[in-house]
C-alpha cells in the first residue's frame, strides 16, 4: 500500500497521519491476516511499542480496526472494510460484524467478511440493546 493511500485511509476516519499511524496502518493493510501487538511489534522493530499501541487504541476508537478474540489469550486487530460501522453501537453495525478463522496449524487469523455473525433472537419480554 501507498504512503498517501494510507494517509487517505487515516483522513476518511479522521486521524491526523503522524509517522508511527502510517507505519502501523501500512503493516495492517499489507498483512495477510489479523496482527496481535506483538505481531506488529516484531514487524516494526525500530518502532517505539508504547507508539504502536496507541495507534491501534486510536485506530479501534475510531472504527480504524477491529478486534479479534481468536482463543490465543492475545487481542488481534484487522483494518475494517472501508464503511464499515462496526463497534458504533448502531442496529447497521451489527450486520458488518463478520467470522474468523484461526489456522491451528500456522497460527494465522483472517477476518471471513462474507460470513456475517448470526444475530441470536431475543427472549420475549427483552428488547435488543445495541
Not at 496481535?36 to 517505539?48: F, I, K, P, Q
Not at 451489527?94 to 494465522?108: K, P, Q, S, T
Request: charged fraction near 25%; aromatic fraction near 4%.
Amino acid at each position: 500500500m501507498h504512503h498517501h493511500d494510507c494517509e487517505e485511509l487515516l483522513s476518511q476516519r479522521g486521524i491526523k497521519p503522524t509517522a508511527v499511524r502510517l507505519i502501523v496502518v501500512r503493516a495492517l493493510a499489507e498483512a495477510e491476516g489479523a496482527l496481535s501487538l506483538t505481531d506488529l511489534e516484531a514487524r516494526l522493530g525500530t518502532v517505539d511499542k508504547s507508539g504502536i499501541f496507541r495507534a491501534l487504541r486510536l485506530f479501534e476508537e475510531q472504527h480504524l480496526v477491529h478486534t479479534i478474540d481468536d482463543g490465543t489469550g492475545r487481542t488481534k486487530y484487522a483494518l475494517c472494510a472501508e464503511g464499515c460501522q462496526c463497534g458504533e453501537g448502531t442496529e447497521e453495525a451489527l450486520h458488518d460484524l463478520h467470522v474468523h478463522f484461526r489456522c491451528v496449524r500456522c497460527g494465522h487469523t483472517v477476518c471471513l467478511r462474507s460470513v456475517p455473525v448470526p444475530l441470536a433472537g431475543v427472549p420475549e419480554g427483552y428488547r435488543r440493546v445495541v
